[in-house]
């Protein structure tokens, strides 16, 4: 049962003894600086994202784009700057729960928050929200036969490039993923042919240019019209989407990177108050529920502004706020962190 109004519901069973002091919804810049600052303030610390990496936007959206207002860097790739953040992040050693996307909020009589995803429960005292515009999940290949061999040779994500050993591969899209990946698989894939629906790739100059001077196979404008194969994956028919001319190829592996849509979706059902800017928050970042914080793009303060400096800015104030909501003898401001490392 989904929480509706903040109040315990008697339903939920205690499903283990392990509470965490803060769970953090989403992995994306907010999230990652609100989970060093959690550690940095002793709190036992959760971070769950619904994407199997973390990054939020910047990963999905735009990894291989400088960012020009970053805190301390001048210009910094959105990739690089992930990787900091996690860095930064993981040296207070919090839980770390990828690919888990949070359907449900509910509060147990004494107060425990119980956080429901597609895998576990999760038990906390605080829930700090920092899920942007919503949980991100790949675009689908819409083409007969992809939902049959998906596991079987589709594949939305890189996990390991152990999975395209020896395979002819196939890549669909014209981004940076889509080029980096036919960059990046090269040495592992036996052949890698490369289709976008559009003559000009939408990815970063260099790349492409490394990309035209590698073995890879490129088929513009290129879709699939459909896939085939006998419980699993052994042929792709493509089309010229001006010529309307066919072929058929022989391939092992589908990578699709097609881009994301993210949708906020279970959220609202969680008893919060939202308008369409997002989850209501006062200037501690308290949303309407007891010990329920919200922070990054997915806040709605009276001035809104989408920046990553100011997800930190808020992250910061969330967390400390949830510190002394668990502890109130804890003060919220933290002292400086220069003088306590
Ligand atoms: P997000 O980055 O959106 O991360 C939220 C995370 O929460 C996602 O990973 C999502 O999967 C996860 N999530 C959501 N719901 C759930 C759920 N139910 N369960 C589990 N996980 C969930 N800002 C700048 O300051 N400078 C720039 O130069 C800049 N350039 C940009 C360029 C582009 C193309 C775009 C699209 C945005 C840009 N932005 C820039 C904005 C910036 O990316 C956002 O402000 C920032 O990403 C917000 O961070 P966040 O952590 O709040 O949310």
């Known amino acids: 049962m989904d929480q509706t109004d903040g109040a315990p519901n008697p339903n939920i069973a205690r499903t283990g003894d392990d509470i965490f002091d803060v769970t953090i919804i989403g992995a994306g810049p907010t999230g990652l600086f609100g989970a060093f600052y959690a550690g940095m303030r002793t709190m036992k610390t959760k971070l769950i994202d619904a994407l199997p990496d973390p990054g939020g936007q910047l990963a999905a959206l735009y990894p291989e784009k400088y960012i020009y207002d970053a805190p301390g860097f001048p210009k910094i790739v959105a990739k690089d700057l992930v990787k900091l953040l996690m860095e930064q992040a993981v040296q207070w050693n919090p839980v770390v729960c990828l690919n888990e996307r949070v359907q449900t909020l509910d509060r147990m009589e004494d107060g425990t928050l119980v956080l429901t995803t597609d895998k576990a429960k999760h038990l906390t005292k605080t829930v700090v929200i920092c899920a942007g515009v919503g949980a991100f999940a790949p675009n689908k290949l819409n083409a007969p036969g992809v939902s049959e061999l998906e596991g079987e040779g589709i594949y939305y994500f890189v996990k390991g490039k152990a999975a395209f050993q020896g395979k002819n591969l196939l890549i669909v899209g014209g981004g940076d993923s889509a080029v980096d990946w036919a960059l990046n698989l090269q040495d592992v894939a036996k052949s890698i042919t490369l289709i976008h629906r ?113 997800g930190y800015g808020q992250a910061a104030m969330a967390v400390n706020v949830a510190k002394h909501y668990i502890d109130p003898k804890a003060s919220i401001f933290p002292g400086h962190s220069s003088e306590k490392m």
Request: net charge negative; charged share 30%; aromatic share 6%.
């Open 198 to 310: 559009r003559d000009e790739f939408r990815a970063h100059e260099s790349s492409i240019t490394e990309l035209r001077n590698s073995p890879v196979t490129i088929l513009t404008p290129y879709e699939v019209k459909q896939v085939s194969g006998d419980g699993k994956l052994e042929q792709v028919t493509l089309f010229d989407n001006k010529t309307k001319e066919e072929m058929t190829l022989d391939v092992d592996a589908i990578l699709v990177n097609v881009g994301f849509k993210a949708d906020i979706g279970p959220i609202r059902e969680w008893g919060l108050e939202l308008d369409k800017r997002g989850i209501l928050v006062n200037n501690k970042m308290e949303t309407n529920l007891p010990g329920v914080f919200a922070a990054g793009d997915i806040a709605a303060e009276e001035v809104k502004m989408n920046l990553i400096a100011t």
